[in-house]
């Protein structure tokens, strides 16, 4: 069983940064993509940035591209989520998962995933 335990969240000022952390349980880790996915409320789950297993691939949504850098340090079974210049808008719920295949945008892709991490960005 994989679990996967994200922190780094918390209240911030618009333009501040933060950087979320994700620990994987287990010896695959270094086999697998990785991606981090935020929900707002009273908004569907959406794709933030995805990486893989090497760490040589990444991806962004357009939203946080620029802003945000994904990286992973698999000898601490741990993926990052940097956010610099935050945003108002980029308030919600933040989740890692584990990608089940090459890293993509898409939730269903994804068989693993962390209970969440709140980020508000205060304006």
Do not use: H
Not at 71 to 95: F, G, I, W
């Amino acid at each position: 069983q994989v679990q996967l335990v994200e922190s780094g969240g918390g209240l911030v000022q618009a333009g501040g940064s933060l950087r979320l952390s994700c620990a994987a349980s287990g010896r695959t880790f270094s086999n697998y993509a990785m991606g981090w996915f935020r929900q707002a409320p009273g908004k569907e789950r959406e794709f933030v940035a995805a990486i893989s297993w090497s760490g040589g691939n990444t991806d962004y949504s357009d939203s946080v591209k620029g802003r945000f850098t994904i990286s992973r340090d698999n000898a601490k079974n741990t993926v990052y989520l940097q956010m610099n210049s935050l945003k108002p808008e980029d308030t919600a719920v933040y989740y890692c998962a584990r990608c089940a295949r090459a890293y993509d945008r898409y939730a269903r892709s994804y068989d693993y995933w962390g209970q969440g991490t709140q980020v508000t960005v205060s304006s």
